[in-house]
């Protein structure tokens, strides 16, 4: 026998709410939608979804209050609402980290690089700033700032060079 939409609803539901409860410290009864509120603040799961949720409150109310029988709901929930709150209860299940969520390739320059590899990685990449290392110690940061005031400076002495300043 498969389990239905209501059940699966229920059950996301349920999980949803003790995270809630966990996120908030709480240790007593609180309305669902004032643990939305408490929670919002501190996580960004509950901030993304905060208005589905609410909408999730009153469904769960209706299937949970108005049972007159085992096998009746008085709200079958659609495939693709059961899907996005087990989706909420995932994502709070196991949150991403910082780490994973900024981890990416980090793109330097070797002091020994020119100015228009340097260029080139910041028109193809849109990058703001590059790390500049030689070896394998860091010696500063090309900023798009750092750049422009560096191409005035050269410009005001009548030439500008494709060589990376020291």
Do not use: C
């Given at each position: 026998m498969s389990v239905r939409n209501s059940d699966r609803f229920i059950f996301a539901y349920n999980r949803i709410e003790k995270a809630m409860e966990k996120?908030?410290?709480l240790s007593g009864y609180m309305p669902?939608?004032?643990l939305i509120d408490k929670t919002k603040k501190d996580n960004a799961v509950i901030r993304k979804f905060e208005d589905d949720?609410?909408?999730?409150?009153?469904?769960?109310?209706?299937?949970?209050?108005?049972?007159?029988?085992?096998?009746?709901?008085?709200?079958?929930?659609?495939?693709?609402?059961?899907?996005?709150i087990e989706y909420i209860d995932r994502e709070l299940a196991k949150?991403?980290?910082?780490?994973?969520?900024?981890?990416r390739k980090v793109h330097t320059l070797k002091s020994t690089d020119s100015l228009s590899t340097g260029l080139e990685l910041?028109?193809?990449?849109?990058?703001?700033?590059?790390p500049i290392y030689r070896n394998s110690?860091?010696?500063?940061?090309?900023?798009?700032?750092?750049?422009?005031?560096?191409?005035?400076?050269?410009?005001?002495?009548?030439?500008?060079?494709?060589?990376m300043p020291p």
């Open positions: 996120i908030s410290g669902f939608s004032r949720l609410r909408v999730y409150a009153n469904l769960r109310n209706a299937i949970v209050h108005n049972r007159t029988d085992a096998d009746y709901a008085i709200a079958e929930p659609h495939d693709d609402i059961v899907e996005l949150p991403v980290t910082v780490g994973q969520m900024f981890r910041i028109r193809k990449q849109r990058f703001n700033q590059i110690e860091f010696i500063g940061l090309v900023t798009a700032n750092g750049i422009t005031y560096w191409l005035a400076d050269e410009y005001s002495e009548g030439v500008i060079s494709g060589e």
